[in-house]
T-cell receptor
Framework: GESVGLHLPTLSVQEGDNSIINCAYSNSASDYFIWYKQESGKGPQFIIDIRSNMDKRQGQRVTVLLNKTVKHLSLQIAATQPGDSAVYFCAETGTDKLIFGTGTRLQVFP | DAGVIQSPRHEVTEMGQEVTLRCKPISGHNSLFWYRQTMMRGLELLIYFNNNVPIDDSGMPEDRFSAKMPNASFSTLKIQPSEPRDSAVYFC????????????FGQGTRLTVV
């Protein structure tokens, strides 16, 4: 069996607080970035996206920030709720392939 | 639309047996992706199709893995012969070709090879 696995970074936040999940990407040619949420036992689900000609995009309770200089992407969740508990993946596509990062586990406690 | 439909949801098989995973993409989507998710490697892209044509299969781990898309509404991922290290959750996803970032995933097939 597997004795060594990916060490998923974990972010623990209290309900109502804001969450910030970070992601570093390596491909300078990537021009489109996406955040996905994966709940236990389910497939990843699209949350929000951003193109490389932007540095910020807002959705409902979520904001994505892109810093191309340092190849860094972040997802901010306002007023975190128990239903936000999941693994969050950043993904990138420079051509027509969707490539996922390793993910961050978000745990929300009351 | 019911979303991306995968079958079976769970599969337990013995080493050496052939395994076939099935996927029905969302109607109208012309890109289809197969991913494998494990604790060791995370979410790996195995292969993807555009308009039923395989575009990039560089993620397929070995010749034991093969994928087909005979029409726009059906795809299979086959492993023959299966090995214990193939145990993983296999996801199928579909999207519009011009919006591959907005992919819709199925519920996955949890494969256990004993």
């Amino acid at each position: 069996g597997e004795s060594v696995g990916l060490h998923l970074p974990t972010l623990s936040v209290q309900e109502g607080d804001n969450s910030i999940i970070n992601c570093a990407y390596s491909n300078s040619a990537s021009d489109y970035f996406i955040w996905y949420k994966q709940e236990s036992g389910k497939g990843p689900q699209f949350i929000i996206d951003i193109r490389s000609n932007m540095d910020k995009r807002q959705g409902q309770r979520v904001t994505v920030l892109l810093n191309k200089t340092v190849k860094h992407l972040s997802l901010q969740i306002a007023a975190t709720q128990p239903g936000d508990s999941a693994v969050y993946f950043c993904a990138e596509t420079g051509t027509d392939k969707l490539i996922f990062g390793t993910g961050t586990r978000l745990q929300v406690f009351p | 639309d019911a979303g991306v439909i995968q079958s079976p949801r769970h599969e337990v098989t013995e080493m050496g047996q052939e395994v076939t995973l099935r996927c029905k993409p969302i109607s109208g989507h012309n890109s289809l992706f197969w991913y494998r998710q494990t604790m060791m490697r995370g979410l790996e892209l195995l292969i993807y199709f555009n308009n039923n044509v395989p575009i990039d299969d560089s993620g397929m781990p070995e010749d034991r893995f093969s994928a087909k898309m005979p029409n726009a509404s059906f795809s299979t991922l086959k492993i023959q012969p299966s090995e214990p290290r193939d145990s993983a959750v296999y996801f199928c996803a579909s999207s519009l070709a011009w919006a591959v970032g907005v992919a819709f995933f199925g519920q996955g097939t949890r494969l256990t090879v004993v």
